[in-house]
């Protein structure tokens, strides 16, 4: 079982910059894909950034530039740095833990999949 906590969110102008944290608990955490998501009231959740078990990360297209993210294994930790923020980047941000079945550094592991509680982002303008 792997409990994810966000935490860094909060209210920035426009032009600013937050740094969020995804600590998580339980074990195995450099064997998940890891991904932060975001929703905007009235709007489908979606895709911020991923970054997988070996590092491959992938951005939407839209906030490439903008957004980095980032892992520590030895923290159990994931990050998003986000810069430029825009009013229209203001969201709920969700942590994600994403697992296929597979062997992992020699240790077999099961499916799993997990999502945080969120963290709010607000841009004023």
């Known amino acids: 079982q792997v409990q994810l906590v966000e935490s860094g969110g909060g209210l920035v102008q426009s032009g600013g910059s937050l740094r969020l944290s995804c600590a998580a608990t339980?074990?195995?955490?450099?064997?998940?894909?890891m991904g932060w998501y975001r929703q905007a009231p009235g709007k489908e959740r979606e895709l911020v950034a991923t970054?997988?078990?070996?590092?491959?990360?992938n951005y939407a297209d839209s906030l490439k530039g903008r957004f980095t993210v980032s892992r520590d294994n030895a923290k159990n930790t994931l990050y998003l740095q986000m810069n430029s923020l825009q009013p229209e980047d203001t969201a709920v941000y969700y942590c994600?833990?994403?697992?296929?079945?597979?062997?992992?550094?020699?240790?077999?592991?099961?499916?799993?999949?997990?999502w945080g509680q969120g963290t709010q982002v607000t841009v004023s303008s």
């Open positions: 994600n833990a994403d697992r296929d079945a597979a062997f992992y550094s020699g240790t077999f592991y099961p499916a799993a999949y997990y």
């Open positions: 339980g074990s195995s955490f450099s064997s998940y894909a």
């Open positions: 970054i997988s078990s070996d590092g491959a990360i």
